[in-house]
């Protein structure tokens, strides 16, 4: 076993760590915290976990030696699963490097035994600075093991930014002569038709055209056969496939309208296990769901829920029909945008829905109040449509007392007073380059 360990801290010691294209999101002020932290990046498969670590080792070694910082990925074939690899990497590091370890990161570990004990123990024991990153939710806030409870800040990790989408292709937008240079509007939408259709995760952004479609598919096979049926031994795989098109075909869902589905189908799958798949989905990161507005959680258990899926590349490589579905790709979007800007201000999303059936989208709230509502649509400028869009907000607005009223749209701009609450129209890629600010507004 030492031996192994041994070639692992060999191959990083002449690793060659990759070009790394920056991103917005930056680990360095984790470096020098008042309260030590094991810092848990949690996220999607390929959304870039593993080089933000490798970014930050890059950013460390400027100043210190490859002994002081290591990383290890777990997923290397060459570690077995076993608690005795885990129990030698400590004693190992001390025998075979002079200078004392400091840094260490611990890619995919989730899978190894009792890697939670191990890893408290040596918190509690070692002077190390420990940075992990996990592509199953076991690593992160909800499941983490009890023993690290308290002990982890976690950091969620989504695909690219448009912002971060733009620096990818090295394209530069000048915001400023968009209102009157056609050429660079042209240019900035075919941009974001790249980013809406093919969605932004890394590897994706920068492969050739030919390869997208192929590479998205692929993914999708990983995720759903590793983080899904391996792990948690799923015997109706053609089952699970089956819910999953369901899914991608739709945008909301009940476990009543699934399960009917499903058995004219031919897929006679039980309430308790289509509930159990949902979670299981929803555990790899792949699907975020979002429950109806109320103070009554029964109605939220009861009422039928939204879903949007990490990276709008799968609805249309994936899905069998209206993959090209400009509304809804819209709207997936801006819910995983929302979700990102979200993810760390104890802030949560919603939509809303009255029993007349007017609908909003969004509904963005923190502990004590409703801080936004948010419509999202590609066309806004049919009459009916804009009103039932309006109607909605307005109804919301005096329903949840809530006055930040916003419409995202293709390309309508502007403001406008309605029964005396304004609302503000914002078109998308407006939208998504005020992400850099790290705001909703």
Request: charged share 25%; proline share 3%.
């Amino acid at each position: 076993m030492n031996r192994t360990i041994r070639t692992i801290l060999g191959s990083w010691i002449d690793k060659k760590i990759p070009k790394i294209n920056t991103r917005n999101i930056s680990l360095e002020p984790y470096l020098n915290m008042n309260v030590r932290k094991i810092i848990v990046l949690t996220g999607f498969r390929r959304v870039g976990k593993t080089f933000l670590l490798l970014d930050l080792a890059k950013h460390l070694l400027k100043q210190k030696s490859r002994e002081e910082i290591v990383y290890i990925n777990f997923d290397d074939e060459r570690i077995p699963e076993s608690t005795a690899f885990l129990t030698e990497i400590i004693p190992s590091l001390k025998q075979t490097f002079s200078n004392k370890t400091q840094y260490l990161f611990l890619d995919e570990i989730q899978d190894m035994p009792k890697w939670g004990q191990w890893l408290r123990r040596i918190y509690d024991t070692e002077e190390l600075n420990i940075f992990i990153a996990g592509s199953s939710s076991k690593v992160s806030s909800r499941e983490i093991p009890t023993e690290l409870r308290g002990r982890c800040l976690e950091i969620p990790v989504f695909p690219l930014s448009f912002p971060e989408f733009l620096q990818f292709k090295q394209k530069q937008i000048n915001t400023k002569h968009l209102s009157y240079s056609e050429n660079e509007l042209a240019e900035l939408f075919t941009l974001l038709d790249e980013y809406l259709t093919l969605g932004g995760m890394p590897e994706i952004v920068i492969a050739k055209e030919a390869m997208k479609q192929e590479i998205l598919q692929q993914y999708y096979g990983t995720v759903v056969r590793k983080d899904i049926i391996e792990r948690f031994h799923i015997q109706n795989e053609e089952g699970l496939k089956a819910l999953l098109l369901l899914l991608l075909n739709s945008t909301q869902y009940s476990i009543s309208k699934l399960y009917k589905t499903l058995k004219s189908l031919h897929y006679p799958i039980g309430k308790t296990t289509i509930q159990n798949y949902l979670n299981y989905v929803e555990t790899s990161y792949f699907i975020h769901s979002v429950p109806i507005f109320s103070y009554s959680i029964k109605d939220q258990l009861q009422y039928p829920r939204k879903h949007y899926f990490i990276d709008n590349g799968f609805i249309t490589s994936i899905a069998t029909r209206n993959s090209k579905d400009y509304g809804r790709l819209y709207e997936n979007l801006v819910a995983i945008t929302l979700l990102r800007k979200t993810a760390q201000k104890n802030q949560n999303i919603f939509y809303w829905k009255n029993q007349r059936g007017l609908e909003v989208d969004f509904v963005i709230k923190d502990e004590l109040q409703v801080n936004m509502l948010i419509q999202v649509c590609y066309d806004i400028e049919d009459y009916d449509t804009k009103k039932r869009e309006t109607t909605a907000l307005i109804k919301a607005s005096e329903k949840l007392n809530c006055m930040n009223l916003m419409i995202i749209t293709r390309d309508v701009q502007g403001e406008e007073i309605i029964k005396d609450k304004k609302i503000i129209f914002k078109p998308l890629y407006q939208w998504l380059l005020e992400d850099n600010k790290n705001n909703i507004f």
